[in-house]
């Protein structure tokens, strides 16, 4: 069956810079892209960005234009996402999630998530 | 950006009563909205997708309607499975956006 599995907690330090990676099996890598989305301690739901599994070309939310970048390695179907400069308010459990179909953008399944705590 | 906004914020209600959902955007999305169900400690959940399709698995008591600028989630019969929280997503345009959510907690 779809299955996306990703990295496991990080805690950083404001300034510094996250990696999380997602796993992704179950069906043809390149046949749909991946989103992520993230959820902060009692906020909703905040679309941070898309990427095309086939060809790497992303699209941002506006307020993570330049701290965030998506990639892709289709060798090993994981695709990744780095924020840089974190901030305290960057605390969040992060998904990805699979393109339900090409073209569609509806993220469906979805990851486990990963904590990203930052901490003084 | 589109702004999707969510009511009521909260939603307290019995087992198998119905519930109702709004989500109204700021400008028109066409078809292109979903709603997620959200349960502490899970991941997110597709429910519907184009406004009014279920998504593979979803039980025909949960549905989905509207177009252009106002939908809506109706839940005809709530199970104890269903109290969650619940955003609408809109890929009409870039950046897609998310709702602010609704709770569906137990009265």
């Known amino acids: 069956q779809i299955q996306l599995v990703q990295s496991g907690p990080e805690v950083k330090k404001p300034g510094a810079s996250v990696k999380v990676a997602c796993k992704a099996s179950?069906?043809?890598?390149?046949?749909?892209?991946i989103m992520w989305v993230r959820k902060a301690p009692g906020q909703g739901l905040e679309w941070v960005g898309w990427?095309?599994?086939?060809?790497?070309?992303?699209n941002q939310a506006p307020k993570f234009q330049g701290r965030v970048i998506l990639t892709r390695d289709t060798a090993s179907t994981t695709a990744f996402m780095e924020l840089r400069d974190l901030r305290f308010d960057d605390t969040a459990v992060y998904y990805c999630?699979?393109?339900?179909?090409?073209?569609?953008?509806?993220?469906?399944?979805w990851g486990q998530g990963t904590l990203v705590t930052v901490s003084s | 950006e589109i702004v999707l906004t969510q009511s009521p914020a909260t939603l307290s209600l019995s087992p198998g009563e119905r519930a109702t959902l709004s989500c109204r955007a700021s400008?028109?999305?066409?078809?292109?909205l979903a709603w997620y169900q959200h349960r502490p400690g899970l991941a997110p959940r597709l429910l519907i997708y184009?406004?009014?399709t279920r998504a593979s698995g979803i039980p025909p008591r949960i549905s989905g309607s509207g177009s252009g600028a106002d939908f809506t989630l109706t839940i005809s019969s709530l199970e104890p499975e269903d109290f969650a929280v619940y955003y609408c997503l809109q890929r009409g345009n870039w950046p897609h956006t998310f709702g602010g959510g609704t709770k569906v907690e137990i009265k």
């Open positions: 999630a699979r393109e339900r179909a090409a073209g569609t953008f509806w993220p469906d399944p």
């Open positions: 990427i095309s599994s086939s060809n790497g070309h992303s």
């Open positions: 179950g069906y043809t890598f390149t046949s749909s892209g």
């Open positions: 184009d406004a009014s």
């Open positions: 400008q028109s999305v066409g078809h292109y």
